[in-house]
């Protein structure tokens, strides 16, 4: 690390410490640096430990002397409070960013945000490291999906957002599945998430009718069917049930009700609905060959019409598909997934990331403010919407007519439509504190051996159940 008056660098991450609009934020560089010295041994780190590293060290940045200490406080400029936020996802970077320019045009606040974009890994071990050292760590801070369950064991780090929502009126007015449910435990809500993450089944179409594939895909019976008839007519596949992910198994296992966990936090995926997702992918592999193939990438497959089917939320299309496969731009089709049964649901939920305020904020009052105002305004919403395609969980910012305009990519089909019609019936599902554990396990133990090995679906299930609780079992012993 090179300390001046100019640019300072520090393993890739450099900054500018010239006064300006944007308030140098130095702290989470000097973390990490701490983070990647420590890396090779460390487990975890206690407050003690992790000041004895950093509680010694001034860093002169021209804006102002940074003590991280235990009882540090914020930066301050002088006239304003200064709040930090960290992302990690520059997508979402630029939608806060608009968000907070568009809070300070209408509340003219009494303080101030510094941005901080931080890779992935980084971001979110310097969020618990520094909740864990009491201080030096953000008030505002985005937890991707899959790492909030890194968050609740034991006393959770973050402010209950829940009281505020009540206060406000608007806890009824998100899709709960996308906005709350990945960010709760206990009956508390920790986060807000702002993507209406609503999965829905697209297709080529002109592959499609050209192989004398019929569609809409009712059931996945019908679905099955068919798949036969193209895979027979083409030589190609209808979709892909990867064997290293989790992720379609619980797409589908969703809409039936049913996932990894229940309302008390106990295995699920071993009832009859996660072994019937399951058997029905194995015989997909084995009846009607949906594995992309071989040497072939996934994203080739897509571009080159290997595969002409996918599932997922609009975040898997503008971010994926609509990239890696932009040469097929009109030719595909949206529909509901196809139903289990007559009663089960048309769609499920898949991915997100949600803000945070820290229990270690000082000034939790302005974060949960901008908190609830950038996933309350419709006029924010609209920015990501028109940045990224990612539609809103804030139930009145759907009603924008600008977000239900004709689609080119999808043949000028009214996406937004199909989005408002499918998302009052994503199923209810729970999170844990083991979830990365068990989402992890269930990969090893149950999908590839099951997809890719040829086991048998309910051993794969136990097996992966029975690995779960060992791991369990040493965290918590």
Known sequence: MSVGSGNWTLKGYSVNDTVGDRIVNVVPLLMI??????????????????????????????VSEILLSGCAPAVNTGA??????????????????????????????????????????????????????????????????????????????????????????VLDDFYGPSALAPWSWQGKVYGLG?????????????????????????????????????????????????????????????????????????????SAQGLNTLQYQKQAIDSWSVLRPLGQSYNTALST??????????????????????????????????????HSSPTATW????TTTLKTSHYPDEAIDFIL????????????????????AYKPALLDPRLNEPLAFFDHQRVGNLIRTLSPEINKWYTSPFWSETTDAFVRKAVTPCLLQGNAPEAALLAAQHEVNRIVSLETA
């Open 351 to 354: 991915g997100g990331t949600g």
């Open 194 to 270: 702002s993507q209406l993450n609503t999965c829905f089944l697209a297709y080529r179409w002109d592959l499609l009718e050209k192989a004398g594939v019929k569609t809409p895909f009712i059931t996945w019976d019908d679905f099955a069917e068919q798949a036969k008839r193209y895979h027979q007519n083409t030589g190609q596949y209808l979709i892909d049930f990867p064997y290293n992910d989790w992720t379609s198994w619980w797409v589908m296992a969703l809409q039936q009700d049913s996932g990894f966990f229940g309302p008390d936090s106990k295995l699920t995926f071993t």
């Open 305 to 342: 019409g290997a595969i002409a089917c996918v599932m997922g939320p609009p975040w898997n299309f503008g971010s994926q598909v609509e990239q890696v496969a932009a040469n097929t731009s009109g030719k595909w089709h949206v529909q509901p997934l196809p139903r289990w049964t007559p």
């Open 33 to 62: 640096a701490l983070y990647e010295r420590e890396e090779h041994t460390m487990k975890s780190i206690s407050r003690r430990t992790f000041l004895s590293g950093t509680g010694g060290l001034i860093v002169s940045g021209g």
């Open 80 to 169: 304003k409070k200064v709040l930090k936020a960290w992302v990690f996802s520059s997508g979402r970077y630029k939608w806060h960013v608009k968000s907070w320019k568009l809070y300070q045009q209408r509340k003219n606040p009494d303080f101030v945000i510094d941005w901080t974009l931080l890779p992935y890994q980084q971001m979110h071990d310097m969020v618990l490291i520094t909740s864990q050292a009491g201080s030096g760590g953000p008030d505002i801070a985005d937890i991707e999906i899959s790492a909030f369950s890194r968050f609740i064991k034991g006393d959770v780090i973050f402010v209950d957002l829940t009281p505020r929502l009540q206060q406000a009126g």
């Open 373 to 392: 105002f950038e996933h309350t305004t419709p006029d924010a919403l609209y920015f990501d919407f028109a940045a990224r395609q990612i539609w809103p």
